[in-house]
């Protein structure tokens, strides 16, 4: 009988789940005016602070498989055109342009088979550092 209720609790598949990130294990920060990012083991934590109450805010979040093409960031930095360079511990690099748009990077683009992608430094060379160097 145990079986039989494991086994009907077990029927949905898995991309029909509802997914909640946790946003636990800050990694890294980074400012954008008023907007405080936190790239988490769960995705990015989009905050801001209230001076009046002295505290903290979280707004909103993106995480895997919704905005992020991985969901563990190792790093964030805006380069001087208002570009978001996400680097994702395990899944590439994504960017994201001021208006939305989205371009993601992996191995087919140069980058390591592993993808352990730590640091981006974008510039007019794009520099990467990655568990393998």
């Given at each position: 009988?145990?079986?039989?209720?494991?086994?009907?609790?077990?029927?949905?598949?898995?991309?029909d789940w509802e997914h909640y990130p946790?946003?636990?294990?800050?990694?890294?920060?980074?400012?954008?005016?008023?907007?405080?990012?936190?790239?988490?083991?769960?995705?990015?934590?989009?905050?801001?602070?209230?001076?009046?109450?002295?505290?903290?805010?979280?707004?909103?979040?993106?995480?895997?498989?919704?905005?992020?093409?991985?969901?563990?960031?190792?790093?964030?930095?805006?380069?001087?055109?208002?570009?978001?360079?996400?680097?994702?511990?395990?899944?590439?690099?994504?960017?994201?342009?001021?208006?939305?748009?989205?371009?993601?990077?992996?191995?087919?683009?140069?980058?390591?088979?592993?993808?352990?992608?730590?640091?981006?430094?974008?510039?007019?060379?794009?520099?990467v550092g990655t568990s393998q160097g």
């Amino acid at each position: 009988m145990t079986l039989f209720l494991a086994a009907l609790a077990l029927t949905g598949r898995v991309t029909d789940w509802e997914h909640y990130p946790h946003y636990g294990g800050g990694n890294c920060m980074a400012y954008q005016g008023d907007l405080l990012l936190a790239g988490t083991a769960g995705g990015i934590l989009f905050s801001h602070y209230d001076a009046q109450q002295g505290i903290l805010l979280a707004d909103s979040g993106w995480s895997y498989p919704e905005k992020l093409s991985w969901d563990r960031v190792s790093d964030i930095v805006f380069d001087q055109s208002g570009n978001m360079w996400v680097s994702l511990s395990g899944g590439g690099i994504d960017v994201f342009s001021p208006d939305g748009d989205k371009t993601h990077f992996n191995q087919i683009d140069g980058l390591p088979l592993n993808l352990g992608i730590n640091q981006t430094v974008p510039d007019s060379v794009i520099y990467v550092g990655t568990s393998q160097g």
